[in-house]
């Protein structure tokens, strides 16, 4: 059918499972690589933020009742939904980013392939960050890793999928639930990947993703009292994140500073990111008749 | 008689098991934790004096041996009525404690300073029939004890026939007429603390006068923890009826130090009204000499030896 | 008949506190730049122990100084194993002068000679032969093994050379050098431990103790040549050490305050949950972060295990810290004994019901009677806020999800209790209270083996165990 108008996207936030606009009713317009104009994207408020930590605290007790066996398996969904809807992904980020279709190719290769490995985690955590302790008494006392509860994450600016990717999974793998901001230059595909959270199983509100202004909202994460640990990696102005970091001293939360360099995405993650949002809890027992 | 009986508690073997299996639980670490802590106590001076004191009083002396002879039981009871020849200060002990077919022996040597305790009912085992058992009480009683150390069916309460332990306890008593009956728990078989707290139940129920942890020919007899248990069950029985039973811990408490040990714990656990041979006794032999090497050191000042207490 | 225990008081003779204390930095005691001096009192007469020095910012850089080069050109050139044997150095000599620092650690800080020699000490020992054994193992641990360089810590007056070890053992294993301060109430057993830093010939610079007060800590929290802050002490001021490092690249651990829950079930084992109910406050004076500081009783035994309390802690024996047949000791500070009053007022005001143990209080020195509150709710100011004194609030619940709620409703999760005879609870009520340790029939354990920190408010990072490493190896986040 020649000259048919396609039907655009509208992306808005991702909440508690469902899509909402923000309550401010503002938006920004994202322009791709060339400074043409892609969408408008939801512009979130602090209430949106406030909403969206109120939808991960409600999620997160559920989440972490799920067995690690039930996580693992979600998040492999999550890989398969993307590798299903990759064409979407390259897409999005080629115009965004302005890269080649084979480096947008790989971006998505490389992103799906970490859901993959986070998955395979899931079940895994326990047995190497956990222990039986060998007290001297008649005790059984063991040590296990148990998730700290709510995040609050902003990811990087770029790789827009696959900085989100590597920030978000190992967040949720240990049975957090998180509050993401995405990168401000290249907002879309964190609401295509939210689309493919929605249709993999995960809980309503285990991630919630917000597009905006990082230093808008950031620092309202950083003091909002019911999120437990914040993870700065997507901040490029010190002074930003020097102030969340200092907010999130009012009550003593966990900060994962930004990177000192650039990180390498495609490395090997290890357990850093894991570990940064885990607590260890030691269990004592009497050992007797 | 208690209203626990009165509701019907021992009716049945049923009841009587959902009652003393609903007593509160023992912890063994805990338990053993807070005796090791009160065995911290550091008792001096004068309280060591008047400690040593109060266990010489709370004796037991006892002979329970195959070769028993009506001369060794005499000089038994010469000890238990003056153990210290050098110094007449020195308390009597409560009682001695022989084999039922010594209690004649025993009581026209002690007349009446000193309890005659006799063990009766198949001591050590307890294996033997009722008629049996109750045949030795009734002996012993006519012998001139005027206290019974009886031992409970170990294999009954074990296999869970709570309440047959019961009734035999009801009919060694009414065999005792007026003696008073300690009761043996062999605490050493039962091996584990809540088993001792629910025979120490069982026992007050069926009209104990006192509960005793050991025969002595097992081992582990006494210990602080076991004894211990025993202690807060005779506290919560009072609490709940209003009636005292005493505690004996019998075997393995050789030192003084042991025994100011266990008088820490009943003075801490239960409180000053049981500090009285009415309601604490040790089951003891060697342990009268070490009492008395360490009041003739608290005497002199200079540690003393075993040529200054008699070998019996 | 009555059974009076006689005193029975350990020797001070086997102290000897000299009239005045420098700094120990770069292997000797000096005296100081630019700080004073202040002294140290025994809490329980009122008596001058002995003067100390208090830091100034010239002394904490020169500390500071003296521990960046001892880790750049000694300690972190010195393979594991050795770094291992002063370790062990350091912990037999902690075992062969451990009646000494018993009674030191008793005459300043104000505990029971039974606690500081039967607990505290022996655990010191065993702090420094479990970390030595890691020195030349951290690999295995799983956190890499790169120290950070140089370790500032401050360590409280609660558990003094306790907590110092808690810091200093791990730091040195993994490679670390320190500067730490000792709480300003409790310095003695700190600067004891410098002189067996000295006896053990640890290289000079490795180990260096400023004394002071708050303005000493801040300056070695703020020194830019430390890599790593270690924090034992209130939320109040983790908070301010927290806002201090931010935006730096320093490591940071806190272990701050909680207001744990002691949860006893209709079926626990009574005598047991007792003696850990009194165990949980009234060991130490109630000063302890992880403290059970409200009992959540089942409503069903609630009278039961009221009464059984009471009786049980009218046996309580407070006193001379020094005889040792006391349980309960002096409060470390006049400071702390106006505290914990101005709270018990606030709980007789909010209307709770007020219960103190009979018990004579000495005339010198700063002593509380173990105090019981019950009818309060989670919405009192003595259920929410950190007495850290011998008081107790008791709350009751009727399920075990109620029982999780109330534990968790709180901005602390330090520790909990769990009293039950049924196993599955335990671990239920374990996987949801929000608690870096949890007790399950018993209380107040502690073992180098065991890690121990908490959840929100009551800080992050666990010391003890293999995941007490992860605070002194710096790990790469990518």
């Known amino acids: 059918m020649e000259g048919r108008l396609d039907v655009r996207k509208t992306y808005k936030l991702f909440i508690g499972g469902a899509f909402p606009r923000s309550e401010s009713g503002r938006t920004f317009a994202v322009a791709d690589a060339k400074g043409r104009f892609m969408a408008n994207a939801s512009l979130a408020s602090r209430k949106d933020a406030r909403d969206a930590v109120t939808a991960a605290r409600g999620a997160q007790s559920r989440w972490w009742d799920a067995t690690a066996y039930n996580r693992g398996q979600i998040l492999y969904r999550i890989a398969e939904m993307l590798e299903g809807r990759r064409a979407q992904f390259e897409d999005e980020i080629e115009r965004a980013e302005g890269v080649s279709a084979r480096r947008a190719g790989a971006q998505v290769d490389a992103s799906i392939d970490r859901w993959v490995w986070y998955a395979g985690w899931s079940d895994k955590i326990a047995q190497v960050l956990g222990s039986t302790n060998p007290v001297a008494g008649p005790y059984f006392n063991f040590s296990v890793p148990e998730p700290t509860g709510v995040v609050a994450a902003v990811a990087p600016q770029r790789p827009s999928l696959l900085g989100l990717v590597s920030v978000v999974a190992p967040i949720i793998v240990s049975g957090n639930s998180c509050v993401v901001i995405a990168s401000a230059e290249c907002p879309l595909p964190a609401i295509t990947l939210a689309e493919v959270l929605a249709t993999s199983d995960l809980p309503g509100g285990v991630v919630n993703i917000l597009t905006g202004a990082p230093a808008e909202i950031g620092p309202w994460l950083a003091s909002h009292a019911d999120v437990n640990a914040l993870d700065l990696t997507g901040i490029v102005d010190d002074g930003v994140a020097t102030e969340m970091a200092v907010a999130a001293a009012d009550t003593i939360k966990r900060v994962l500073p930004p990177s000192a360099s650039a990180p390498d995405w495609s490395a090997d993650p290890g357990l850093g990111r894991i570990m940064s949002f885990v607590e260890t809890t030691t269990v004592w027992h009497p050992q007797g008749v | 008689m208690t209203t626990l009986l009165d509701d019907g508690i021992a009716t049945s073997n049923a009841t009587l098991r959902r009652y003393l299996h609903g007593l509160p639980g023992v912890d063994q670490v805990g338990a053993e934790g807070r005796a090791a802590m009160l065995a911290t106590r550091s008792i001096k001076a004068a309280s060591k004096e008047r400690a040593i004191d109060l266990a010489i009083s709370m004796v037991d002396l006892t002979t329970l041996e195959g070769m028993d002879t009506p001369g060794k039981v005499r000089a038994l009871c010469a000890k238990a009525l003056r153990p210290d020849p050098t110094d007449p200060t020195t308390p009597h002990v409560a009682a001695v404690c022989v084999y039922g077919d010594m209690a004649a022996i025993a009581r026209d040597a002690v007349g009446d300073i000193v309890h005659v305790a006799a063990v009766a009912t198949a001591f050590p085992s307890g294996r033997a029939s009722l008629a049996v058992k109750l045949a030795d009480t009734r002996d012993a009683v006519a012998n001139g004890a005027d206290e019974i150390d009886m031992v409970i069916d170990r294999g009954a309460f074990l296999a869970g026939r709570y309440l047959d332990v019961f009734d035999e306890i009801v009919a060694v008593k009414e065999a005792c007429g007026t003696a008073h009956l300690k009761v043996i728990f062999e605490t050493g078989e039962l091996r584990t603390y809540d088993n001792v707290r629910r025979a120490s139940f069982l026992a007050m129920l069926a009209g104990a006068d006192f509960i005793k942890t050991s025969t002595g020919k097992v081992s582990p007899a006494a210990t602080l923890p076991v004894t211990l248990v025993m202690l807060e069950a005779v506290r919560d029985w009072h609490r709940q009826t209003g009636q005292r039973i005493g505690v004996k811990p019998a075997g393995g408490i050789r030192t003084s130090k042991d025994a100011i040990r266990y008088l820490v714990m009943v003075n801490e656990v239960c409180g000053v009204a049981w500090l009285t041979p009415d309601l604490f006794r040790f089951g003891a032999s060697t342990l009268l000499n070490d009492l008395l090497l360490q009041r003739q050191r608290m005497r002199t000042g200079h540690y003393s030896g075993p040529d200054y207490v008699t070998i019996d | ?478």
Not at chain 3, 314 to 331: E, F, H, S, V, Y
Request: hydrophobic share 40%; glycine share 10%.
């Open chain 3, 1 to 478: 008949m009555t059974f009076d225990y006689a005193p029975a008081p350990e020797s001070r003779a086997v102290v000897d506190i000299a009239p005045h204390y420098g700094l120990f930095i770069d292997g000797d005691f000096v005296e100081s730049i630019d700080g004073t001096t202040f002294k140290t009192i025994n809490p329980a007469t009122e008596e001058v122990l002995t003067e100390v020095t208090e830091a100034g910012a010239a002394d904490v850089e020169r500390a500071v100084k003296a521990a960046r080069t001892a880790y750049k050109q000694t300690w972190s050139k010195m393979p594991g194993r050795e770094r291992a044997k002063y370790l062990y150095r350091i912990a037999r000599i902690i075992q062969e002068r451990s009646r000494e620092l018993a009674v030191l650690e008793t005459l300043d800080n104000g505990k029971p000679i039974r606690e500081s020699r039967d607990v505290d000490i022996p655990l010191v020992a065993a702090h420094f032969f479990y970390h030595a054994g890691w020195a030349d193992k951290i690999a295995y641990a799983g956190y890499g093994d790169k120290p950070y360089g140089v370790a500032g810590q401050i360590s409280p007056w609660n558990f003094p050379l306790l907590m110092l070890a808690w810091k200093v053992a791990p730091a040195l294993a993994c490679g670390n050098t320190v500067v730490l301060k000792p709480a300003e109430t409790t310095p003695l057993t700190a600067l004891a431990f410098a002189d067996i830093c000295r006896q053990a010939d640890l290289p000079p610079g490795v180990v260096n103790i400023l004394t002071g007060a708050g303005q000493t800590g801040r300056l070695i929290v703020e020194s830019p040549g430390i890599d790593k802050v270690a924090f034992t002490g209130s939320t109040e001021v983790g908070r301010q050490i927290q806002r201090a490092v931010a935006g730096t690249r320093k490591g940071l651990t806190l272990e701050l305050g909680g207001k744990a829950a002691n949860i006893v079930f209709d079926d626990a084992p009574i005598d047991e949950a007792i003696e850990g109910i009194v165990n949980g406050i009234f060991f130490n004076q109630g000063h302890v972060c992880c403290a059970g500081s409200r009992l959540l009783v089942q409503e069903s035994v609630q009278d039961e295990v009221l009464d059984a309390l009471k009786r049980r802690l009218a046996t309580l024996r407070l006193g001379d810290p020094m005889d040792k047949n006391t349980d309960i000791g002096a409060i470390n500070s006049p400071e702390q004994r106006a505290r914990i009053d101005d709270l018990v007022k606030s709980g007789e005001g909010e209307g709770a019901d007020r219960w103190s143990a009979p018990c004579a209080l000495p005339d010198r020195g700063w002593w509380y009677p173990p105090t019981v509150f019950t009818g309060v709710t989670q919405a009192h100011r003595i259920a929410r806020e950190e007495i850290f004194g011998p008081v107790l609030s008791v709350l009751t619940f009727r399920t075990p999800d109620e029982a999780v709620e109330k534990a968790n409703n709180t901005p602390f999760g330090l520790s909990a209790g769990i009293w039950t005879d049924k196993g599955s609870r335990i671990l239920w009520m374990a996987s949801r209270l929000r608690a870096g340790v949890i007790w399950a029939n018993t209380f107040n354990r502690f073992d180098p083996a065991s890690p121990f920190g908490g959840y929100k408010e009551s800080g992050f990072g666990r010391e003890g165990g293999r995941q007490g490493l992860a605070a002194y190896v710096k790990q790469e986040v990518v």
